[in-house]
């Protein structure tokens, strides 16, 4: 099976050189390497003139953030998209031959998703996830409800059926939500990993802390149905709670109360469209919010 490796960038030259690197070790053949450049002005067409010229490399003279991903993916020839970071690759040179068997073997297996490792500076490892191995095994894949943004698998035919990633924030469990409201499928495959470098290059903490809290409550108000919209408030709070432990700028709290309210009012107003009661279970999960952010709470202060 062919698979396209689709990559948005901005200003991370170096790190990008490194993710690019990983790539090309693959022990695999069919695939190809999508970046869609977001206004760097750091060197990277360069690089990739230089180094990497099979790359199919698109710049883009505004940033346009994750909506990148969207232009490299209809530009994609694969069957299989690679979603990932530009600080981010594969672990193992087998992997791309591991995820086309995967998917050869279960056809009605829509998104793989690997075990995210975050490598820290002093090059200590952290895996994200959580996993309940109760359903499921390392073979077969244990059933998700979302999946990890560095290293993901999807058909192409997922974007066909469901559409393309909103704007940066909360974009994978958006996506999730849809696959699995239209039946989709996803698995967690723990054994295949990538390694992710989480670089500092041109990431504003503050901002990326105001931008991603509020797609969270964009979230709840979009799909949660009414009987579970305490979420919002165990939300808004749990946010805080990270944004102290990230030492964002006092300005930016300020700012999340009002564009908390104005998130509501609009996604209330224009794209509310609640799970139903008896189906949030399958789409959603058990422990709604909490889960989630307990286990980024425990990695957030190791």
């Known amino acids: 099976m062919r698979i396209s490796v689709v990559i948005c960038t901005k200003n991370r030259k170096d790190d990008l050189r490194v993710t690019l690197k990983g790539f090309y070790s ?37 940033n346009i953030n994750i909506l990148a991903q969207n232009i490299g993916i209809s530009q994609a020839s694969g069957e299989i998209i690679w979603r990932t970071d530009s600080d981010s690759h594969p672990e193992s040179k087998d992997t791309f031959k591991r995820i086309s068997d995967i998917f050869e073997s279960q056809p009605n297996l829509d998104i793989i998703s690997t075990t995210e490792t975050l490598v820290k500076k002093d090059f200590s490892e952290i895996e994200l996830s959580t996993l309940d191995r109760n359903n499921g095994n390392d073979i077969d894949g244990y059933p998700v409800k979302s999946f990890s943004g ?48 989480s670089s500092e290059n041109d ?20 799909y949660y149905p009414f009987s579970r919209l305490l979420n919002l408030i165990i939300c808004y709070f749990s946010q805080l709670i990270v944004g102290l432990g990230q030492r964002v ?25 609640p799970i139903p009661s008896n189906d949030f279970e399958r789409v959603i999960g058990k422990n709604e919010f909490y889960k989630g952010f307990i286990s980024f709470l425990k990695n957030l202060y190791k």
Do not use: C
């Open 203 to 222: 990431r504003n903490r503050s901002d990326r802390w105001l931008k991603l809290s509020t797609q969270n409550i964009r979230i709840i108000v979009k």
């Open 249 to 273: 700028k006092l300005s930016f709290f300020v700012e999340f109360l009002f564009q908390s309210i104005v998130t509501v009012i609009k996604t209330w107003r224009n794209e509310r469209d």
């Open 150 to 197: 560095p290293g993901s698998a999807l058909r192409k035919s997922v974007f066909d059926r469901i559409g393309y990633y909103w704007e940066f924030g909360m974009e994978e469990l958006d996506l999730s939500i849809r696959a699995l409201r239209n039946n989709l499928s996803i698995k967690i495959f723990p054994n295949i990993r990538t390694l992710h470098y």
């Open 26 to 62: 693959q022990d695999y053949d069919n695939f190809e390497v999508i970046v869609i450049d977001n206004a760097s002005n750091d060197g990277t067409i360069d690089m990739i003139r230089n180094e990497y010229p099979q790359v199919l490399y698109t710049y883009l003279p505004i």
